[in-house]
């Protein structure tokens, strides 16, 4: 098969970024201007603010791209851009602007979900294996998606409420921690010397996850300590819930890679950047001999190289987009293999 350059475009929440992929798997430039600074002292993503942001940024993104790669527009094969879900403002940027490089150089246009890339981001650091399953952590989402092979998306379990990113950073809000809070939580669990018991979701008969009552369990904890005048120790909190979200997390994935007979167990998305979740998905899927992979931190969190990985594939199998393309947030994660 003859090489493939995709130029990608990623800024469905709170990330500019551009790069460069050759053949899926190798990144050629990887470019991301971060808003965390500026939406620090908000305690979380304004869109409006973020999408000003991304117009400032995202032409500069995209030349940074094609200079650190040292390629022309004519070098490349097409152009990709995540069409949802996130903020819709947010996609509009890089959704027009993905059209405009696109009309403008005379390339085909790839519009890709942002958990497909969130997943393909581990096809950057191994080779896919399937059937594999998917662990989708993420300030939004918290999914197990089967995969039988490239392309093939089928969600057996999702949350109920909120996603496991979103309870890190309320519970971090509560803890008087500044957001981002997953880090801060992690960090905190990691230097407790004890926990707080918190209850664990089990949900039984399903994949489903719930973190809405683990949520409240921190928030109703910290509310009758401050009404007896005691005061919490936040490194106890912090592990207590991370034990059960980490737990809970574990326990459901080995259970599907079981049952389904995976070859291959991912994990994706910013929440899979934890270092609680990471140890204990490598030590749980070493005992059972089942390959388990991550992405490198940088790739945890959002960037286009994931976007290009999972575009390369799309490409291959004849997938392509229209200048009619449109921000979709609440777009489905549905399967384009054939």
Not at 1 to 29: H, K, P, Q, W
Not at 133 to 158: N, P, Y
């Amino acid at each position: 098969m003859s090489e493939r350059l995709i130029l990608a475009i990623e800024t469905s929440c709170d990330e500019t970024a551009a790069a460069i992929i050759r053949n899926g798997s190798e990144i050629v430039s990887n470019v991301v201007s971060s808003q965390i600074e500026s939406q620090k002292r908000f305690g979380g993503v304004v869109p409006e603010i973020a999408s000003r942001h991304h117009v400032e940024q995202i032409t500069i993104v995209i030349e940074e791209a094609l200079a650190k790669a040292n390629m022309q527009p004519s070098d490349l094969d097409a152009v990709a851009v995540t069409e949802g879900p996130g903020l819709v403002g947010a996609l509009l940027i890089g959704i027009n602007a993905a059209k405009a490089f696109a009309f403008a150089n005379g390339l085909p246009i790839v519009g890709v979900h942002h958990i497909a890339g969130h997943i393909y981001a581990n096809a950057l650091v191994q080779e896919m294996q399937f059937p594999l399953l998917a662990l989708v952590v993420s300030g939004g989402h918290t999914e197990l998606v089967l995969m039988r092979e490239h392309g093939s998306f089928e969600v057996i379990g999702e949350t109920r409420d909120d996603a496991a990113g979103e309870a890190y950073d309320k519970v971090a809000r509560v803890l008087n921690m500044p957001y981002p809070g997953g880090p801060h939580i992690d960090r905190m669990a990691h230097e407790a010397t004890a926990a707080v018991e918190f209850p664990r979701a089990w949900l039984e008969d399903s994949y489903d996850f719930s973190f809405s009552g683990l949520k409240s369990a921190v928030i109703n904890y910290k509310h009758n300590m401050d009404q007896r005048g005691e005061e919490i120790i936040p490194e106890q909190v912090a592990k207590g819930f991370q034990d059960s979200v980490v737990e809970v997390l574990t326990t459901k994935t080995l259970r599907a890679a079981k049952e389904f007979n995976v070859k291959q167990v991912i994990a994706a998305g910013g929440v899979s950047a934890n270092k609680g979740l990471r140890t204990s998905l490598e030590e749980v899927f070493e005992k059972e001999g089942i390959e388990f992979t991550v992405p490198p931190l940088k790739f945890c969190t959002d960037n286009a190289a994931m976007i290009g990985a999972a575009a390369t594939y799309m490409y291959d199998a004849g997938v392509r987009g229209n200048l009619a393309m449109n921000g979709l947030p609440g777009k489905e994660l549905t399967s384009w293999s054939k």
